[in-house]
């Protein structure tokens, strides 16, 4: 980003700077390239766990209902629903109305 120091002068209408190369900038890459090699050995580390083949059967997106309740919960799945169609979910509220005599 661009410091105070340099203000608006230094940068382009979205922010990025243009001016001059700042020296710091430099030295902090010199840096970097040093400690790059240690980051290279961990990061094909990475790619030999992540390129495992996994297969479709294999995988888990969610967890189980025993994960997720625990093992004094009985959990029950249902194919087909209990409630009737005609009998809705949430059923409407009924005004009564009273007439008085």
Known sequence: GINAEYGAEYGDEFGNYIGPEIESESEASSEE????PQE???E???MEQSQAIVLHEDKQYYPSALQVYGED???LVQEEDTQPLTQ???EPIKTKKFVHV
């Not at 390239?33 to 790059?36: G, P």
């Open 44 to 46: 094909e580390e990475e």
């Open 33 to 36: 390239e040093e400690q790059q």
């Open 40 to 42: 290279d050995e961990m």
């Open 73 to 75: 919960v009985e959990t």
């Open 88 to 90: 809705p979910i949430i």
